[in-house]
Nanobody, 124 residues
Framework: QLHVVESGGGLVQPGGSLRLACATSGFRLDYYAIAWFRQAPGKGRERVSC????????WYTDSVKGRFTISRDNAKRTVYLQMESLNPEDTGVYYC?????????????????WGQGTQVTVSS
């Protein structure tokens, strides 16, 4: 059975850091593109970062470039999102999603497996 589980969210002050983890099971991680989406209150789900299957090319939305880093540990079957210099606009529920053979689609309906989400709140 395939599972995707996020962890690492929490409350952090502006300028702070968090590391999110997306733990997977039941499938070979490097066969899948893994994306992080976030959903702010009252807004749609936005793709934040992604790592492709295979070579692991990475992508970031403009607002997080230079602040967020996505990485993949195939042995641990886990994808990480290191988030630095957080600001209140980064607040939302962060979801991890997996797309078999994917190239980091922007469309969330292209992803077959989703986690339950982890809340990130940036506030003083």
């Amino acid at each position: 059975q395939l599972h995707v589980v996020e962890s690492g969210g929490g409350l952090v002050q502006p300028g702070g850091s968090l590391r999110l983890a997306c733990a997977t099971s039941g499938f070979r991680l490097d066969y899948y593109a893994i994306a992080w989406f976030r959903q702010a209150p009252g807004k749609g789900r936005e793709r934040v970062s992604c790592i492709t299957h295979g070579d692991g090319d990475t992508w970031y939305t403009d607002s997080v470039k230079g602040r967020f880093t996505i990485s993949r540990d195939n042995a641990k079957r886990t994808v990480y999102l290191q988030m630095e210099s957080l600001n209140p606009e980064d607040t939302g529920v962060y979801y991890c999603a997996a797309d078999f053979g994917g190239a980091c689609s922007a469309f969330h309906d292209q992803y077959q497996y989703w986690g339950q989400g982890t809340q990130v709140t940036v506030s003083s």
